[in-house]
T-cell receptor, first 111, second 114 residues
Framework: RKEVEQDPGPFNVPEGATVAFNCTYSNSASQSFFWYRQDCRKEPKLLMSVYSSGNEDGRFTAQLNRASQYISLLIRDSKLSDSATYLCVVNLAGSARQLTFGSGTQLTVLP | DAGVTQSPTHLIKTRGQHVTLRCSPISGHKSVSWYQQVLGQGPQFIFQYYEKEERGRGNFPDRFSARQFPNYSSELNVNALLLGDSALYLC?????????????FGDGTRLSIL
């Protein structure tokens, strides 16, 4: 079993749609959680951290369920510029800065 | 301010050769991590260095080595290159080793093995 598993993609949605990505992690000792965004042939960029109480940043909402070891990302009112691969990332307790990435979910927002 | 810089941007090597990749962290960042990303997968952790000491190592063979210099820049070395080493190699820096601190990635070095 992979340490971090994400929804299989790709997701193709029209502009203005709401889309949700899910992610599960296997290690209950995981301590920090993030969503990164990666454009084609570019480096990953931090989209947002994920907190236990859930958090929102504009059109983006992240949720964490520690009991189910589940993370989600909701994008409302999708824009063409949201087209990218979204990577679910966890950091194990005690593993310093070692980030464990999921394989990513590709999103294409269509005009 | 300059972000994380990596060099070279692209590199073509043949099997059996060795390669050195370089990374300069964001000014003030003391932690550097290296990741390998093969096509269609997420980045996979190789090494983490902090204050010139290795703080973490992923599941990679001994052909992979790294070091960090007093100015916090870092090198990743790969010996006896294999076709499977073809990947995007990413360097990330952060202020320290706290798990909640964001990592900032460089543009990466795209390594192709022929």
């Amino acid at each position: 079993r992979k340490e971090v598993e994400q929804d299989p993609g790709p997701f193709n949605v029209p502009e203005g749609a709401t889309v949700a990505f899910n992610c599960t992690y296997s290690n209950s000792a995981s301590q920090s959680f993030f969503w990164y965004r990666q454009d084609c042939r570019k480096e990953p960029k931090l989209l947002m951290s994920v907190y236990s109480s859930g958090n929102e940043d504009g059109r983006f909402t992240a949720q964490l369920n520690r009991a189910s070891q589940y993370i989600s990302l909701l994008i409302r009112d999708s824009k063409l510029s949201d087209s990218a691969t979204y990577l679910c990332v966890v950091n194990l307790a005690g593993s310093a800065r070692q980030l464990t990435f999921g394989s990513g979910t590709q999103l294409t927002v269509l005009p | 301010d300059a972000g994380v810089t990596q060099s070279p941007t692209h590199l073509i090597k043949t099997r059996g050769q060795h390669v050195t990749l370089r990374c300069s962290p964001i000014s003030g960042h003391k932690s550097v991590s290296w990741y390998q990303q093969v096509l269609g997968q997420g980045p996979q952790f190789i090494f983490q260095y902090y204050e010139k000491e290795e703080r973490g190592r992923g599941n990679f063979p001994d052909r992979f080595s790294a070091r960090q210099f007093p100015n916090y820049s870092s090198e990743l070395n790969v010996n006896a290159l294999l076709l499977g080493d073809s990947a995007l190699y990413l360097c990330a820096s952060s202020l320290g080793t706290g798990g909640g601190q964001p990592q900032h990635f460089g543009d990466g070095t795209r390594l192709s093995i022929l």
